[in-house]
């Protein structure tokens, strides 16, 4: 039932109930927020990089020749593309569907299904194996195809739930410190399987089939954290600009509105709704709201910007440990087989180790300290033109630093110095704007969009990496070159949001006004 309130009443409490929360101080339940979300990321994160490492022990283990091992591989190229392609490419569903599924059946209703299908497929993983009728490798490019769903799933609903809770003066630092769980993930991931790859010293080099014990432990552990995180997930309450815009429930909304002060919430069941004259979602309003240059052209700049970067971010982040070995770095010159198995796999954690310590979580706190002080464009414009002349200069120096052994440790740290400038950069500020710049019934279907372009990005890029050489290593660093330097054009397109309310950004501050130039128009 619906109850009868004057348009400027509800207008004004609509403005007090967002006033509240785009003003409200930094407390426990921000924090809740951020480590229920953050969490989620660092699971994804685990998930979709510790493939890295243990890739090469799935290929010791069944690749066609036996026991080979990593001295002369025999993985049939498209077997190892299929087991780092297929996560994203279930990435790349799940942002689109879920994205969709969070703007028109709530944010909380979706919130906590993404982590319980990443456990599932996660699960499936680790209990994998061959059979007549199924190959091991078909077997965990189906499950990591469904966990990369669930990992689709996470990246709009937490965006979108952190920017829509957070207030203004720090939505920035917000959204960056969840996201700054991917770098927290990366390292775990690399520590992990180090530990593990230790403990199974004696077994690996024994009998280099230990190693089927060591990857399942590795993708195993990754379900701590997901079941962790799955049941405050299921806690947390709608944010209140979706009931109140797109629910059209204003006294929920405002009811909701004190979880942030309070840490309580209830369901209002016996009072009649009262409405908020907002725009109502639909197929038609989408392609009409997309259809005005200043609109879409906002969309084109968080999806081109996302591409672009996750091209390089990607390519780097999940073939690290090939990278590593293609260069030499870390690998044993004269030793047997399985001590040269056992250490040639503890130098790739250890340079994973190495990588994330010295570019991806300095690059994350540096994005932290800034955000909300330089703001997001500045930022972003900074990133990707450090990218294109670290790119350049690795891709026109690396005969002299890798060809001709001369310098190894100046190409390591140039890649440490792109990690670092990922992070203080597009890493970041490319999930962040586009849980700020779009309306509140399109916000979350918008950053799925622009995240699946992310993700696109990432399938390009194992799709270059299929076919990786020593001397096509070159030939794709330039080519990241020109990627980071078309993110400075994207980036043009963008509005500045640092101190800028949702309701400003995306034109919603006045209710009664936006729903009569939709009607009208």
């Not at 790739?348 to 703001?375: E, K, R, T, Y």
């Not at 696109?456 to 794709?476: E, T, W, Y």
Request: with cysteine; hydrophobic share 45%; charged share 15%.
């Amino acid at each position: 039932m619906q109850n009868e309130v004057p348009a400027g009443q509800k207008a004004q409490r609509r403005r007090n109930a967002l006033a509240e929360m785009n003003t409200a101080p930094f407390g426990g339940q921000h924090v809740k927020i951020c480590l229920t979300a953050g969490v989620g990321f660092l699971t994804d994160s685990y998930d979709l990089f510790a493939i890295s490492i243990c890739a090469q022990m799935i290929e010791i283990i069944y690749s066609q020749s036996g026991t080979a091992g990593l001295a002369n591989p025999s993985l049939a190229n498209h077997l190892d593309f299929g087991l780092k392609v297929a996560s994203p490419i279930g990435t790349l569903l799940g942002q689109l569907v879920f994205g969709w599924a969070a703007d028109i059946l709530g944010r909380k209703k979706m919130y906590g299904f993404e982590l319980i299908l990443i456990l599932v497929a996660t699960f499936g993983q680790v209990l994998a194996g061959n059979a007549y009728g199924a190959d091991i490798y078909g077997v965990l490019i189906t499950y990591r195809f469904l966990m990369g769903i669930g990992i689709g799933g996470d990246y709009p609903i937490s965006a979108i739930i952190t920017s829509e809770f957070a207030a203004t003066l720090f939505r920035g630092r917000m959204m960056n410190a969840v996201f700054a769980m991917q770098a927290v993930g990366q390292l775990f991931a690399a520590l992990v399987s180090l530990s593990v790859i230790t403990a199974f010293r004696s077994r690996i080099i024994a009998n280099q089939n230990s190693l089927d014990q060591v990857w399942r432990v590795i993708i195993g552990l990754g379900m701590i954290p997901a079941a962790l995180a799955t049941y405050a997930r299921l806690k947390i309450p709608e944010p209140p600009r979706f009931t109140m815009d797109v629910e059209r429930n204003l006294e929920q909304a405002e009811q909701d509105a004190d979880f942030v002060a309070t840490g309580r919430f209830e369901r209002i069941e016996d009072r009649p709704v009262v409405e908020v004259n907002m725009p109502k979602a639909s197929k038609r309003d989408f392609i009409k709201y997309n259809s005005k240059w200043k609109n879409v052209k906002v969309l084109i700049g968080t999806s081109w910007s996302w591409l672009a970067q996750d091209i390089a971010f990607y390519g780097l982040a999940l073939n690290s440990s090939v990278i590593l070995n293609e260069i030499g770095f870390g690998s044993p010159k004269t030793l047997s087989e399985p001590d040269y198995i056992y250490v040639t796999l503890r130098n790739s954690a250890i340079g994973n180790i190495i990588l994330a310590l010295a570019g991806l979580i300095p690059g994350f706190i540096a994005s932290f300290v800034l955000i909300d002080v330089w703001g997001r464009k500045p930022i972003q414009f900074l990133g990707f033109g450090m990218l294109t002349i670290i790119f350049l200069c690795m891709g026109l120096g690396f005969d002299v630093m890798v060809e001709r052994n001369r310098s190894i440790h100046a190409f390591v740290f140039l890649y440490c110095l792109s990690n670092f400038f990922q992070n203080f950069g597009p890493n970041s500020t490319t999930f962040i704007i586009p849980g700020e710049v779009f309306p509140t019934r399109y916000r979350s279907t918008s950053h799925g969009v622009s995240a699946a372009s992310g993700k696109l990005g990432a399938i390009i890029a194992q799709i270059i990496f299929s076919r990786l050489s020593k001397d096509g290593l070159k030939v794709i660093l330039l080519v990241f070159a020109g990627f980071m330097f078309t993110g400075i054009f994207s980036t043009m397109l963008l509005p500045e949001t640092m101190g800028i309310s949702l309701e400003t950004l995306s034109g919603e501050e006045d209710p009664e006004d936006e729903y009569m130039h939709h009607e009208m128009n």
